[in-house]
């Protein structure tokens, strides 16, 4: 037969099981636990009833020994009449068969219309037990107990037979397996109703986590399965499981919309800081192209095309930064005298803007101590962190404004930087997001002093790579003061003059690193 054939017969077996398996599980549960108890319930009753039944035998058959005992010698004698059977007054059936051949019998006439007589035909004494043989009258049966006939001589003369009708324990039998039959139904149907409920109610945590599965489907990422079950259950364990996942993956995916988000603000800025300078030399550069450019002002587009060249410049290489910081790219990380960090940078301060008064100081306002502050870091980036505060502060304060940087320790765990300024200082609401991509308080001013709103954004991702915080508060007085605080190497470990761990302390700068 093809194989296609093959596949299209019905197989009952096959057939059966895929219908079992399309049921849902809490049918199915209900179903197997109805079948299991009308099992147990069915073997219990055919137990019982074949006991009963067993013990009504054995009954009879103590009932016809007592009787063989009592019958005695003028019973046989009795049953030895010709041509006729005796009488009896009870329900007993006697029939003797002597070695002989005569036969006699006792039995009542009413008990003959009755119960019929027991069918012995030729009677042995086989091993003395009683057994059952059927009647003359359909559906009925009798208990017969065989025993020996001897004579005055002790010799064997024949068999006896005594008998009862077991119309009794019949009836009782069936009426007990019927009460017991209707006892099973009844409790088989109470037994099912009850497990139906019980597995629909057992399976309500389960419900409720279908329905938050549907809820989170749909787009409710703030679903969360009610814990109703203990925690050392196996349903109240899956709750709680399912919802620590829930609540990462709502986390997850809020983290994602965010840097999607940040993402598509940062392409969009950077693509609009772009297209400024570009914008600029194109159109410089057609205007040469046109000739729309005198000979005398020849170097002063070019000067102009350059700078805007030279800002898109910075602007591309803070922009390689930021994604090599967003990347987690591995930084040089080794002990860092932050004292010396300072001092050097105040001491290109001085180079690039000789009118302005510069200190390094403790936290306090005292000159700085030439105990040397030693943090793990990069001292490339650490230095680029003062070097870009330091240059906000000349671009966005007037000529000759103090700058001052304090630093010191806060206990045994971190050191403070602070970066001072005495200039117009930043409003509340620009202060949380000046670290922020592309932001500007006065775009503007940045615009002339080349800034790409993007110096405070590369310090802030120093820092954090760094373990560190950083914030802006007022300077009293007037002006900004950017607070950092970084945690504290081990005191072992000190810098060498490149950066590098020695086991001697760093020097404090002098006079002139320190105040210009």
């Not at 419900?207 to 703030?222: F, K, M, P, T």
């Not at 690039?352 to 101590?369: I, N, Q, T, V």
Request: proline letters at 6%; charged letters at 20%; one cysteine or more.
């Amino acid at each position: 037969m093809p194989p296609s054939r093959r596949r299209g017969r019905f197989h009952p077996i096959i057939e059966s099981k895929r219908y079992w398996h399309s049921q849902p599980l809490r049918t199915r549960l209900a179903l197997i636990t109805t079948g299991l108890l009308t099992v147990g319930l069915l073997a219990t009753s055919l137990v019982t009833t074949q006991l009963l039944q067993t013990h009504l035998m054995g009954q009879v058959d103590d009932q016809l020994k007592v009787t063989s005992r009592t019958i005695g010698d003028r019973g046989l004698e009795y049953l030895q009449q010709d041509d006729k059977s005796s009488q009896a007054p009870t329900t007993y059936y006697m029939e003797a068969q002597y070695s002989s051949g005569k036969i006699g019998r006792m039995v009542n006439e009413k008990t003959t219309a009755e119960y019929g007589i027991p069918s012995l035909g030729d009677l042995s004494l086989g091993d003395g037990n009683p057994f059952t043989v059927a009647s003359s009258l359909a559906g009925h049966y009798w208990r017969v107990l065989p025993l020996e006939i001897k004579d005055q001589d002790g010799n064997y003369a024949g068999v006896v037979a005594i008998a009862l009708p077991l119309r009794n324990v019949q009836e009782t039998v069936e009426q007990t397996r019927l009460v017991v039959a209707v006892a099973d139904v009844v409790v088989v149907l109470i037994g099912a109703g009850l497990a139906t409920y019980l597995v629909h109610r057992s399976f309500g945590p389960l419900r409720q986590i279908e329905g938050v599965a549907g809820r989170i489907s749909r787009g409710d990422l703030s679903a969360r399965v009610p814990v109703t079950e203990p925690p050392m259950t196996e349903v109240g364990s899956l709750q709680q499981a399912l919802n620590t996942m829930l609540q990462q993956n709502e986390h997850a995916f809020s983290v994602q919309v965010t840097a999607q988000e940040r993402m598509t603000r940062f392409v969009s800025d950077a693509s609009h800081e772009l297209r400024t300078p570009l914008s600029a030399i194109q159109g410089y550069g057609e205007l040469y192209r046109m000739g729309g450019v005198p000979a005398g002002r020849t170097s002063e587009v070019m000067g102009r095309i350059e700078s805007e060249a030279t800002r898109m410049g910075r602007l591309v290489e803070d922009l390689l930064q930021l994604a090599r910081m967003d990347e987690g790219r591995k930084m040089d990380i080794a002990p860092v005298d932050l004292t010396a960090v300072c001092a050097g940078a105040l001491t290109d301060m001085v180079v690039l803007a000789p009118e302005r008064d510069c200190s390094l100081l403790r936290l306090d306002g005292a000159p700085a101590d030439p105990q040397p502050l030693i943090v793990m870091g990069d001292r490339d980036r650490l230095a680029q962190v003062i070097t870009n505060l330091l240059g906000n502060v000349v671009r966005h304060t007037p000529a000759g404004t103090p700058v001052e940087i304090a630093l010191g320790p806060i206990g045994q765990r971190s050191v403070i930087i602070e970066v001072r300024d005495h200039g117009p200082g930043i409003a509340p609401k620009d202060a949380s997001k000046v670290f922020q991509r592309f932001y500007r308080a006065d775009t503007s001013r940045n615009r002339e002093t080349g800034g790409s709103g993007l110096g405070l954004s590369i310090v802030a991702a120093i820092i954090q790579r760094h373990h560190g915080t950083i914030g802006i508060t007022p300077t009293p007085g007037g002006g900004a003061t950017v607070r950092i605080e970084l945690p504290l190497a081990h005191p072992g470990q000190a810098p060498t003059a490149s950066g590098g761990p020695r086991a001697t302390r760093a020097q404090a700068p002098g006079p002139a690193q320190g105040q210009a």
